[in-house]
């Protein structure tokens, strides 16, 4: 899929990558989503199908406390709190604990609850805000929020699908 350009690619990008990822999750079996089966976002470890959701829903959700930071007139804070953008593991590792003890439901609800808001969210900003001028650093608000959406769905969808072929 093309990286989007304009809000309209964006919106479809989010849905259609979302709507199949949900689909492969939809095949994984309940007593497997616990189970460490899929590399891990830190070279040399491995997660499982529950964790590659808190680190979804951990991402979606800090794309919204950005746009929140800004509307409130705070300082940014990228990529999170203590985080520096070389230590993207750690912050994986956060999202992990974050969400250890929900149940597969619910953090199935949440991804969903997390995308709806980006979804409301980009529906509130123009063309102009999304990709007329660079957000963060040289690229736009509509490219930081594909690169902690679509493309993450994307291939948070490859890792499922190429473990679901080995069972």
Do not use: C
Not at 6 to 30: C, G, K, N, V, Y
């Amino acid at each position: 899929m093309a990286v989007p350009a304009s809000q309209e690619e964006l919106l479809a990008a989010i849905e259609t990558t979302f709507t199949r990822l949900s689909e492969d999750l939809d095949r994984i079996p309940i007593d497997a989503v616990r189970m460490p089966v899929l590399d891990g976002h830190v070279t040399g470890t491995t997660i499982s199908p529950a964790d590659l959701l808190a680190y979804l829903i951990g991402w979606n959700q800090q794309v919204l406390t950005w746009h929140r930071r800004r509307a409130a007139g705070l300082p940014d804070e990228f990529p999170a709190p203590g985080i520096a953008w070389n230590e993207l593991g750690l912050l994986a590792q956060r999202y992990y604990a974050e969400h250890r003890d929900d149940s597969w439901e619910r953090l199935r609800a949440q991804l969903v609850e997390a995308k709806t808001r980006i979804v409301e969210l980009i529906g509130g900003y123009s063309e102009e805000e999304l990709y007329g001028a660079p957000w963060y650093g040289k690229w736009t608000m509509g490219r930081m929020i594909s690169l902690n959406t679509s493309s993450p769905y994307t291939n948070a969808r490859g890792r499922i699908r190429a473990w679901l072929r080995t069972l």
